[in-house]
């Protein structure tokens, strides 16, 4: 019986999307986190009336024909970048990203990751860095002297030293954009790579045309809503239930066919 394969299909794919939503709800307080969500496409037909075939000698149509579908699968499970909420901190290292944009982080390995959390820190050379220790680019150090550090909304690091009475530029930080952020590929720690569905990154200054602006003392907030997932968490299960249904009434007439033979 095809319903077998079809239930346990179905019961796979909420499965699945239980998992997606565990893990929005998990990362609930995770800075600039982007929550998922998955997108089934229905499996193969199998055709017992071919449509459009002629049902008569004299060339009648048939316009409806019969096909049976055989289950579901998962067809993607992309990200959601929409803008999270700020929070202020007061932290100078704090960077929220208000609009499009991402920041640039080297990895030890030379090469460019991209990432929205902007929970930075001082590192031992003073450079800007992640909270694992990873360079901010464009590299920009911090002189061990500063009384303030300041970040504008264009991304200008400005610094006063106790011998100056005037802001010293010391660094510009910059932002990268994709033409398909939802291509990006998600490597842990907030941080993303970049790949060919989404595109070569584009940097700019932020404020600039199609990047958006920074604000010091900020943290953009997961912008996963308790409350969709929460709907969708009970959608999924009923889901479940119904296909789990299907799986034990398709074994109860199977049995029963079987004891009559």
């Known amino acids: 019986m095809g319903s077998l394969n079809i239930a346990a299909t179905g019961m796979l794919a909420q499965q699945l999307n239980v998992d997606v939503i565990a893990n929005n709800i998990a990362n609930l307080n995770t800075t600039a986190f982007k929550r998922q969500r998955p997108e089934f496409v229905d499996l193969l037909y199998q055709t017992e009336i071919q449509v459009g075939s002629t049902s008569t000698d004299g060339g009648t149509v048939i316009v409806s024909g019969a096909e049976f579908g055989t289950g579901v ?21 704090d960077l929220a990203i208000e609009g499009k944009g991402f920041f640039q982080i080297q990895k030890p390995d030379g090469t460019t990751a991209y990432m929205r959390a902007g929970a930075f820190q001082i590192g031992p050379s003073g450079t800007i860095v992640t909270s694992q220790g990873l360079t901010v680019q464009p590299g920009v150090t911090i002189p061990n002297d500063a009384l303030e550090v300041s970040i504008n909304d264009s991304g200008e690091v400005l610094v006063k030293l106790a011998s100056q009475t005037a802001l010293q530029n010391v660094g510009q930080l910059q932002l990268a954009n994709f033409p398909n952020e939802a291509g990006l590929k998600s490597l842990g720690d907030n941080l ?8 070569a990154a584009t940097t700019g200054t932020p404020g600039s045309t199609g990047f958006g602006t920074l604000l010091q003392g900020f943290l953009e907030t997961s912008n996963v809503n308790m409350v969709a997932e929460i709907t969708s968490l009970i959608a999924a299960q009923r889901a479940y239930e119904l296909n789990s249904k299907v799986l034990q009434s398709s074994d109860e007439m199977l049995s029963t066919l079987v004891s009559t033979i």
Do not use: C
């Open 73 to 93: 699968t998962v067809g993607s499970v992309y990200r959601i970048h929409e803008q999270g909420n700020l929070l202020r901190t007061g932290n100078d290292f």
């Open 192 to 199: 993303f790579e970049a790949t060919d569905a989404s595109g």
